[in-house]
């Protein structure tokens, strides 16, 4: 089987959580946010190495009281981010060896799946380029500059995205090459690089409602309570 790789960001500040802890070292029923993506990766079989991204003054933290603690055997590096999102992502691609997809997961979303993972490998290995993302369940508006409507898209044709996002790491590392040095503006997340700098079409994949990114206070007390229904269905 291909080789793939698991890229877990780390980095962020969280600033909208108002505390000084960062918020993927939050505790989620007694663990930090970040393990339960890294416990999901490294239980999947045919992820071979995690590449941990994380900030510059928390990288030893991350060796000692995340990959020591916990045992996890597949963190290969921890890597300093960068100024931007797509800064530490394209440190994560350099500490890549030999990878032939590679999966890009924010590690402020602890209730990542391995259903949503076999079904993104399955999609990218077609597509070499896919998305996990819901349906938007809410109707859009489309605003001008002055905050009026300006266009009202089909809510069935509006998704809302999450990460993983995966590729083929050689597409990926092309087109975060070929964006080094320009001025960039809104990049939110990697799909939207592919898009720009390779044409390549990017494949939704559907994933989970409960696959939340915690931003907020209330973030966390949801996850708990989505967190309290994952192992009572381990248990049943």
Known sequence: M???TAIVLAAGQGKRMNT???KQFLL???KPVLYYSLKCFEETPWIEDI????????CQYCREEIADKYGFRKIRKIVPGGKERYDSVYQGLLACENTEYVFIHDGARPLLTRGILEESFREVKKWNACVVGVPSK???KIAD?????????????VWIIQTPQVFRYSLIKEAHDSIRGKELFQITDDAMIVEQETGCKVRLVQGDYQNIKITTPEDLVLA????RGFQ???KN
């Not at 590449?51 to 928390?58: D, S, T």
């Not at 708990?224 to 967190?227: D, K, N, P, Q, T």
């Open 20 to 22: 000084k802890v960062h």
């Open 232 to 234: 009572k269905d381990e």
């Open 138 to 140: 809410d109707t859009v």
């Open 145 to 157: 500059e002055n905050q009026c409507v300006a266009e009202t898209p089909s809510r069935d044709r």
């Open 224 to 227: 708990e309570a989505f967190l």
């Open 2 to 4: 291909e080789k793939c």
């Open 28 to 30: 989620l029923q007694g």
């Open 51 to 58: 590449i941990l991204v994380a900030g510059k003054e928390e």
